[in-house]
């Protein structure tokens, strides 16, 4: 009986080194397709949320003008009343009006317009939004909503 147990021991193979490689050439194969799919795809989440804090910063901008029939000299005056915190830029981490990230921009004193828009460059800050945004910055202005601008 034990010496039944040895014979199939001695019976089996491994895998073979081509099969091995086949393998791996297959394993490699497919992550080079799929990893720039879901950095593709990550992309394009970010510059969702993107747009979704652009359009709830222009919320808040839109209550503080109601209340005072003027827009803000600086996004940070909607903090307390209007946004608990204005949003740091998902493409970059950058803090709301630091510079890399969105960027407020008021019209006239008093303020009766404004711009919000985001900073990003193809090469750095950004790139990867910038080109899942089709080479494009998103502006968003009152009246003209969501924008692509370069």
């Known amino acids: 009986m034990f010496n039944r147990g040895a014979r199939k021991l001695r019976d089996s193979r491994g895998f073979t080194l081509i099969e091995l490689l086949i393998v791996v050439a297959i394993i490699a194969i497919l ?3 799929l990893i720039p ?3 593709r795809a990550r992309a394009q989440a ?12 222009a919320t808040a901008l839109e209550s503080y003008f109601t209340d005072f029939a003027q ?10 009343n209007y946004a608990r915190a204005l949003p740091s830029d998902p493409c970059t ?3 709301f009006g630091m510079g890399g990230g969105y960027l407020y921009n008021p019209v ?5 317009d404004y711009s919000l828009r985001t900073n990003w460059t193809s090469g750095g ?3 990867p939004c910038f080109g899942a945004n089709g080479g494009f910055n998103l ?3 009152p009246g003209g909503g969501l924008s692509p601008t370069p």
Do not use: E, H, M, R
């Open 31 to 33: 992550a080079a397709i």
């Open 71 to 80: 827009y803000p000299q600086s996004a940070g005056n909607v903090i307390g």
């Open 46 to 57: 970010q510059v969702a949320a993107t747009k979704g804090n652009l359009k709830n910063v």
């Open 108 to 112: 006239g004193n008093p303020a009766t």
């Open 93 to 95: 981490g950058v803090v």
């Open 139 to 141: 502006q968003y202005t």
């Open 125 to 127: 800050t950004g790139g």
């Open 37 to 39: 799919n879901f950095l």
